[in-house]
């Protein structure tokens, strides 16, 4: 094959090559659901909860959606992701909030937490009360809006 063709053929395959893949990677899953940006504020005894974990669990299992998680920065803010995109799922949520004290944890030599079966482990030490990480018996609860940037603090008291 000549030279020139040669190359027409080469960048043909690259324009080819790189529209597929745009048009792959240009939407997203059509099977996640639908998700929407989920914001707020945690605070404990009127103070901004820094360092906790905060789930919301959509409350219709046979959905099957997976949670969205989010953590608190030092002023008590939180970002739900979920799908590893920014929002949580459209809809009704149990909320789970774990805040536990990272020096209570018993650490191995290198500084990794010890896993549960191991003979030294003990619970960590929680800095809220642990219902909050319970959701039958904290009750705390979301509703997730579509097409809205949901802003839903969480006020817990001792």
């Not at 099977?31 to 959509?58: D, E, H, Q, R, Y």
Request: net charge negative; with cysteine.
């Amino acid at each position: 094959m000549p030279e020139s063709r040669r190359s027409f053929v080469g960048v043909s395959l690259s324009i080819v090559l790189t529209v597929a893949m745009a048009g792959g990677c240009s939407g997203r899953d059509a099977n996640l659901p639908k998700l929407a940006t989920t914001t707020g504020v945690v605070t404990f005894n009127g103070t901004p909860l820094a360092g906790a974990t905060i789930s919301f669990v959509a409350t219709d299992p046979a959905k099957g959606h997976l949670p969205g998680v989010g953590s608190t920065d030092d002023d008590g803010e939180y970002r739900i992701r979920s799908y590893d995109l920014d929002g949580a799922v459209v809809g009704s949520h149990k909320v789970i909030i774990v805040a536990i004290d990272e020096d209570s944890l018993v650490k191995d030599p290198k500084g990794v937490p010890l896993p549960r079966m191991h003979p030294k482990w003990k619970a960590p030490k929680w800095r809220i009360p642990e219902r909050f990480g319970q959701p039958e018996i904290s009750k705390l609860t979301a509703e997730v809006l579509e097409d809205t940037d949901n802003r839903i603090d969480f006020s817990l008291v001792e």
